[in-house]
């Protein structure tokens, strides 16, 4: 049985051990280099760090980043959200998003954004069942890693309960 929860700073080997599988694929992200979990620990935000733990095994995580240091879009945040090979097709990313969203929102986030491969319909499904919108397409926008043009789907969810006021 799955259980999601937060991880802590001595699961970010683990994380960026999944986040390396999500490379290698090139379906996921333009990066091609694996980051420390330094680096990686640096480039997130210390909220909503959120896994997906089979047991005491981490086998998907989330995880926000700040989309810009200006005051007014504090409560905006890009997500990262990646499964392990071995547990895609199993609910276990509806699941970290449900979490996610809940938790997002008590930490006064207003509005989850994603830029998804167009490729990635299983992605874009996930998002779309969990409250997300399509905001638009970046029409081959970079080249991933086998030097594929890819465009992007642009998605948000804006909170019904934050920043409504």
């Known amino acids: 049985m799955i259980e999601v929860r937060k991880f802590e700073k001595s699961d970010i080997d683990r994380v960026v051990e999944i986040y390396a599988q999500g490379i290698e694929k090139g379906k996921s992200t333009f990066n091609t280099e694996v980051p420390t ?6 480039n997130h935000l210390e909220i909503c760090r959120l896994g997906a733990f089979d047991g005491d095994r981490l086998v998907g ?12 879009y504090k409560g905006v945040c890009e997500v990262s959200l990646y499964i392990d090979d071995g547990y895609q097709s199993q609910g276990v990313g509806k699941q970290l998003m449900a979490e996610l969203v809940k938790e997002s929102e008590k930490r006064g986030v207003w509005t989850l954004y994603r830029a998804i ?35 992007t789907t642009i998605m948000e969810r804006r909170s019904k309960t934050v920043g409504v006021d």
């Open 37 to 42: 979990a330094e680096s990686w620990d640096k």
């Open 117 to 151: 491969f167009s490729t990635n319909i299983r992605s874009i499904k996930m998002c779309l069942a969990n409250g997300w919108r399509i905001v638009g397409t970046r029409e081959n926008i970079a080249k991933d890693r086998f030097g594929v043009w890819q465009s």
């Open 61 to 72: 995580w989330t995880a926000l980043q700040a989309t810009s240091s200006r005051e007014c």
